[in-house]
C-alpha cells in the first residue's frame, strides 16, 4: 500500500515526459517554437525562450520519474548466516528468565532479543545478595550477546562490578563466548557462569 502513491507520480510523470518527446518528434510547430524562428531571442542560440522551459519541464518529469523509484520498498534481506535466526529457534531457545549458578550469587536475568541492536541482551530482574552488595541495580543491562555467522557460538559481553555496601568502586565488560553445543534449552554455559532457565 505504501508503494502506490511514488509508482502514481512516477507514472503521471513519465506519461507527460512522453507527451512532450512525442509533441517534439511528431509536431513540426512544437519543434518550431523548442528551437525559435527566425528572428526570435533564443538561448545559447539553439533553443527559444519557450523551448528553454520545455527542456526545463522534461528534466523536471525525468526526476520526477526517476526519484520515486527509490522510495518504493524493497523487501528486507534476511540474513540466514546467523544459527537458528531465520527460523526464530535461537530466540525462542534464549529469551526467558535464567538464574546464574554461581556459588553465593543466583541472580537472575531476563534476556530478550533486540531486533534494532541485533543482539540478544540481559536484564537483572532479581538480585542476590552479592549482586546487591556490590552495586548492581535491578533493570539495568549486565549481559548482551550476538550471533557469530556461520558458527555455533554466541560472542558474549558480561557486565562485572567490584564494590561494597550497595556502591561499585569498579565496573568493567567482560568478552567472552556462549557455547551453544554445551548450552541446552535449560542451560545456559558462558565463558564467565552457567545459567539455568527459570522461565
Not at 21 to 34: N, T
Not at 124 to 152: C, D, H, M
Not at 169 to 175: D, P, T, V, Y
Request: include cysteine; glycine fraction near 10%.
Amino acid at each position: 500500500m505504501n508503494d502506490i502513491l511514488p509508482v502514481l507520480v512516477s507514472g503521471v510523470c513519465g506519461l507527460l515526459l512522453v507527451v512532450l518527446v512525442g509533441a517534439f518528434i511528431l509536431s513540426a510547430g512544437f519543434r518550431d517554437a523548442v528551437l525559435g524562428a527566425q528572428g526570435e531571442a533564443t538561448v545559447t542560440g539553439i533553443l527559444s525562450v519557450k523551448g528553454v522551459a520545455i527542456v526545463l519541464l522534461c528534466g523536471l518529469f525525468l526526476a520526477g520519474l526517476l526519484i520515486p523509484l527509490g522510495y518504493i520498498q524493497q523487501p528486507v534481506a534476511v540474513d540466514e548466516t546467523k544459527p537458528g535466526l531465520d527460523a526464530g529457534g535461537l530466540i525462542a531457545r534464549l529469551v526467558g528468565i535464567w538464574e546464574a549458578q554461581i556459588p553465593d550469587n543466583h541472580f537472575q536475568m531476563q534476556i530478550n532479543w533486540n531486533p534494532s541492536a541485533d543482539r540478544f541482551e540481559g536484564r537483572l530482574l532479581k538480585q542476590s545478595p552479592t549482586s546487591e552488595y556490590i552495586g548492581f541495580q535491578r533493570g539495568e543491562l549486565v549481559w548482551v550477546a550476538v550471533p557469530v555467522a556461520n558458527s555455533n557460538e554466541l560472542q558474549e559481553q558480561q557486565k562485572f562490578r567490584v564494590g561494597a555496601d550497595g556502591k561499585t568502586e569498579l565496573m568493567e565488560w567482560k568478552a567472552g563466548t556462549v557455547d551453544l553445543d554445551k548450552s541446552t534449552a535449560q542451560n545456559l554455559v558462558t565463558s564467565y557462569a552457567s545459567f539455568r532457565r527459570i522461565k
